[in-house]
Structures are given as structure tokens and as C-alpha cells.
């Protein structure tokens, strides 16, 4: 075998496939890329999909032994696709006639490798080239204005891939807004451990985002003292579109009709009015039905998240700053709310040029734009809304869920860029394989092995599906499972129940008391934020006695209420 050659094609060759005899069983592995001289198109780059070996020719001593002295003879076949070479205008082209067989294989060099595949971004350092010590390399232009999903079964390494393209973004000063369901992400404000040789295989140091980040919380400080700041919502001037939105299903068109006849009248006595402005105006109604209404308006004026002092959008979307909304705390429903309310004031504020441009992070998208079928949610239309027009504003969408099969479709076919790990759902595979150029049971035999750290790169800037060993993370990675075995050994037991003459819990236990939370002590001094809320505007007179069951969103938020 000629020198640095790695094996010959042999048997029947094809334009689009061949097959190579391998010289040395250590110098080609499945996925490995080759190159292959072609007599009308010169250097060709293919891929190795698959290798079996075979030998007939050991002897039943060996057999019987466990052991082969002689292996030369294996016969090891890989079976190769060719993805092609760049023409003079830059063009991928394949081979119109077939490879011939006895021609030399080689390993493909890093020029070539990069040529054809289209690796020539020069922004993004998000991990290697599976295999190859290549540098993958994104534009960021590309991933941010053509939206990006990162997909995976649970524990395969969406949320810290994800932390890998976000620390690239700020590294760059890209704004980012996150919305965080399990409080994932506030550990990018932590410089990950030390691990020299990663960092150097990889070519990045650790690093803490902290001047960057802010953790905003829409539930309070008692239940995530961990958040920097609160956020809520406008609650000034609602309309009757505004407050349905909140909670869609619970109001009737009778109840509407009621809310709309209330803000009428408040709008012709004043020009500013508030939730309690509005409850009182409903409680002037004749009707039986006044009661819900101001039953389900008190509900949403009990969770908070209205303020007369709402968070600016041009607070959370700054350049080189990282707002993360971490929803620790908040139930579902309230949550598709504030993201439908949160990326409506983005995208307004977005095409009016308000705030710079940036990227939207959805975690666990599957819950805020649910695919048809699945279950509904006032967050997915303007979801859609910016994955079909964000691009011509600036604004672009990182899509994360281990569900794609739940995800919105209209969503998801946006993505410009996929990063997919393990996944093993044969209806996300299914999703994945449907919404996907290029992607073919080869791709989907490929996705369902995939290793933890390892992703299938689909872009449209890079010409086949690759696989990306993910870089290691700059900052700490926070989405650790919970080690439930060392928990139950460590853990102190919770206190006993208590007995019948206990005397009763005193009146306010913090964390579950979210309508008055307790004030903060002198050792923890409040922010500006937290007073405005902590202390709402002085309510009007009651519209009727207050229930002593404290409301349904109250109680499914906080459990059995008092
Ligand atoms: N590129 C990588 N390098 C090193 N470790 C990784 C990498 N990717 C993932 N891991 C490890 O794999 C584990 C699971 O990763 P991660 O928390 O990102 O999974 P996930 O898919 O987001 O899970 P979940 O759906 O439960 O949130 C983590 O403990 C992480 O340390």
C-alpha cells in the first residue's frame, strides 16, 4: 500500500457510493472523512457510513483458545458515501462518472474537509468536528437571524450546548432574553471548574458572565431569593383583550361582555385606571355573572404580576447583557402568559427599534408553543409571529425541547439551524427527519447513538448533517440531575407532622404566601424593585367580601390556601 493511503475502492463503484478494503483496521472509523482521487474531478471528500470485518481463516484452536495469533488476513470493508468537491465557483459537485476501482483512499485534510462541507464560518467556537481536531465554527449572523433549535432527549446536553452557543453570543455582546423554566441557566454568572486539558483541546478558558446577567424573577424574592430583580407585568390601562389573554379558557362571552362595559365607563370618568379600578367598575353590574368575573379578576390581580411600575423591555434586551427570566416558582399557565405578553412587548419594542437587536431563548419550547393537538397556550401565536418574521427585525429565536415531536410545527420549521443530540422517541425522530433537508434513516439510525456532548449539526450554511463534539462550557453548567440516592443519605428528614394541640403556623410562612410577602430583614435590604411591589397601590373599596378560600389560581399556586 502506497504511503499515508488508507485503503483501495474495490467491487462495484457508483457517482454517490463505494467501497474501500482497508489497509490498517486503526486508521478509518465509521464517520471518519476520506478523500478519494477521481479522474475528471480531482480530490473528492467522502464519509465512511459503515465497516465490517470478516475472516474465515482462523483455525478451531484458536477458536477454542480465545485467541488469534494471525489477523492479517481480516477482511475489513467500510462502505463510503461521497459528499463531493468544490468546482470553480465554488459549487459542491459530485462525480458524473464512478470511482474506479484500485484507486488509493487517504484521510481527508482540514482545507478540504472544510471547503466541502462549508465550514468556513470564522465566529462561533462551539466544539470539534466529530473525530478531527477541526474547529466548528458558526456565523452569527446565520444562527441568530435564521432562528436555531437545539433538540434532544432528556440528559443529552441540550441545556449545556445551549449555555455553549449563549456564551459565544455574549462573548460577541449579542443581547440575549431567556426564559427558563427550571433555573438553568443563572449559573452562567459561575466560571466553570478547571480542566486544563479540556480547555486546551477545545481552545477556550473558563469564564464567569457575571457582569452580564441579570436573574429576574415574576414570582418574589421568598420563593426565589436567588433572582436579582423582580419582573411584572404592565397592570395600567388594560384592555379587555389584555386581561382574556391571561387566562382565555376561563372567560365566557358574557363574561366579556361585562369586563368590556366596565372599562367603557372607566374610560370615559378617567384616564389612567388599575385592576382594582376595574373590579370595582364590574361590581357595579346587575348581573349574576358580575360575580365570576370579579372572582377570576382578583385571581389575576392576587398573583402580582401586574404593576403600575411593569419592567421595561429596554431593561431586559441591552447590548452585551443577558436577561434570564427564571420561572422557579410560577405555574405553567401564568407562564405561558407572561411569555406571550413578554415577547409581544419584544417584538414591538424590536420593530420600532427600541431595543437592539438580540436573541429570544425558549427552553422547554414544547410548553409555550405546543404542536396542534397537544394542548394550547396563549404564548404560541406570537411565538410563531417572530419565528416567521424575527428575522427581518433582528430578532432571532433559540427553540430548546426534548419533545420536537410537540413542538409547533410552523415553529420549528424556521430553524435555519438544527443541533440535535440522542434522541430515541420514534415520533421525534419522526418530527425531526420530516422538518430536516438531508436528514435520512442513515441521519436518524445516527441520532438514536449519539453519545452525551456529542450533536448533529444541520445548517443551511453547511452542505451534509455533521456531528459536533460540543466544546467544554466557559462558565458552570447548572442543569445537574439531582443524585437522589446521596440526597436520601444526606439529607435531614423533614420536621414531623404536626399533632393535634400544636399551636397553629404562625400567620405569614413566607414562601408560601405570595399575595403580601414578608418584608425584608435589616440584614437584607430591599431593592427599589421589590418595595414598588411589595407594596401595591391602595385598593379601592371591595366590590364584595373577600372569599376566605383566597381563589382557584391562589390556591393551585400556594396548595390548600390558609
Ligand atoms: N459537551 C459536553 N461536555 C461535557 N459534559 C456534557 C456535555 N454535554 C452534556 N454534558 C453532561 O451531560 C449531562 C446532561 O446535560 P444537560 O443537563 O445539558 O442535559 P439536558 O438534555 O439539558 O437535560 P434535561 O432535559 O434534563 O434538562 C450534564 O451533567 C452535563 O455535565
Redesign the pocket.
Known amino acids: 500500500m502506497v504511503r499515508g493511503s488508507v485503503g483501495v475502492i474495490f467491487g462495484e463503484t457508483g457517482t454517490l457510493e463505494f467501497k474501500m478494503l482497508v489497509s490498517d483496521s486503526t486508521a478509518v472509523y465509521r464517520g471518519a472523512y476520506i478523500k478519494a482521487w477521481h479522474e475528471t474531478d480531482g480530490w473528492v471528500l467522502a464519509q465512511v457510513i459503515n465497516i465490517t470485518r470478516s475472516s474465515e481463516s482462523f483455525t478451531i484452536e484458536e477458536a477454542k483458545a480465545g485467541q488469534r495469533k494471525d489477523k492479517s488476513d481480516d477482511r475489513i470493508v467500510a462502505e463510503v458515501i461521497v459528499i463531493g468537491t468544490r468546482d470553480k465557483e465554488g459549487m459542491l459537485r459530485s462525480p458524473t462518472i464512478p470511482f474506479s476501482p484500485g484507486d488509493l483512499i487517504y484521510i481527508a485534510d482540514e482545507g478540504l474537509i472544510r471547503s466541502v462541507l462549508g465550514l468556513l464560518g470564522q465566529d462561533m467556537n462551539i466544539g470539534l468536528l466529530e473525530g478531527t481536531g477541526i474547529k466548528v465554527q458558526l456565523s452569527v449572523n446565520s444562527l441568530v437571524q435564521k432562528h436555531c433549535s437545539i433538540l434532544?432527549k432528556?440528559?443529552?446536553?441540550?441545556?449545556?450546548?445551549a449555555a455553549v452557543i449563549l456564551e459565544e453570543l455574549m462573548d460577541r455582546d449579542i443581547p440575549l432574553l431567556i426564559i427558563d423554566p427550571h433555573s438553568?441557566y443563572t449559573s452562567l454568572k459561575m466560571q466553570g471548574p478547571d480542566d486544563p486539558e479540556a480547555f486546551k483541546k477545545y481552545g477556550v478558558t473558563p469564564k464567569s458572565y457575571a457582569d452580564r446577567v441579570t436573574v429576574y424573577t415574576p414570582a418574589n424574592k421568598a420563593i426565589n431569593p436567588d433572582a436579582d430583580e423582580t419582573f411584572r407585568l404592565n397592570g395600567m390601562n388594560l384592555t379587555v383583550k389584555d386581561l382574556t389573554s391571561i387566562f382565555p379558557d376561563n372567560f365566557s362571552t358574557t363574561h366579556t361582555g361585562i369586563l368590556y362595559e366596565a372599562i367603557q365607563s372607566l374610560r370615559a370618568e378617567m384616564e389612567t385606571y388599575t385592576i382594582d379600578d376595574i373590579i370595582f367598575a364590574v361590581g357595579n353590574d346587575k348581573s349574576k355573572a358580575k360575580w365570576s368575573v370579579i372572582s377570576m379578576l382578583e385571581n389575576i390581580r392576587d398573583t402580582d404580576i401586574l404593576s403600575p411600575n411593569p419592567t421595561p423591555i429596554e431593561a431586559l434586551v441591552r447590548k452585551g447583557k443577558v436577561a434570564i427570566l427564571d420561572f422557579k416558582g410560577v405555574p405553567p399557565d401564568m407562564q405561558s402568559m407572561i411569555v406571550a405578553q413578554l415577547c409581544l412587548n419584544l417584538f414591538e419594542a424590536r420593530k420600532l427599534d427600541r431595543v437592539p437587536p438580540g436573541m429570544l431563548v425558549i427552553e422547554e419550547a414544547h410548553n409555550y408553543a405546543p404542536e396542534k393537538g397537544f394542548s394550547k397556550t396563549v404564548s404560541t401565536d406570537i411565538l410563531r409571529t417572530i419565528a416567521s418574521e424575527g428575522r427581518k427585525f433582528g430578532l432571532g429565536m433559540m427553540v430548546i425541547s426534548?419533545r420536537p415531536a410537540r413542538i409547533d410545527k410552523n415553529v420549528l420549521s424556521q430553524c435555519g439551524t438544527q443541533i440535535i443530540m440522542k434522541v430515541t422517541n420514534p415520533n421525534d425522530l419522526k418530527a425531526i427527519s420530516k422538518g430536516l433537508e438531508g436528514v435520512n434513516s442513515y441521519v436518524e439510525d445516527e441520532l438514536m447513538r449519539l453519545p452525551?456532548?456529542v450533536a448533529m449539526l444541520v445548517s443551511n450554511d453547511i452542505e451534509r448533517p455533521i456531528l459536533v463534539d460540543?466544546r467544554?462550557r466557559r462558565s458552570k453548567?447548572g442543569?445537574?440531575?439531582v443524585n437522589v440516592l446521596m440526597a436520601a443519605q444526606t439529607q435531614s428528614l423533614p420536621p414531623p407532622p404536626p399533632v393535634a394541640n400544636a399551636p397553629p403556623l404562625p400567620e405569614e410562612t413566607p414562601v408560601l404566601r405570595k399575595t403580601a410577602p414578608p418584608l425584608p430583614s435589616a440584614a437584607e435590604p430591599a431593592t427599589i424593585e421589590e418595595n414598588r411591589v411589595s407594596a401595591p397601590p391602595p385598593k379601592r373599596k371591595p366590590s364584595r367580601p373577600p372569599k376566605n378560600d383566597g381563589g382557584k389560581l391562589f390556591t393551585r399556586i400556594f396548595g390548600g390556601g390558609k
Open positions: 434532544a432528556t440528559g443529552s446536553g441540550k441545556s449545556y450546548t438553568e426534548q452525551a456532548g460540543i467544554i453548567h442543569g445537574e440531575s
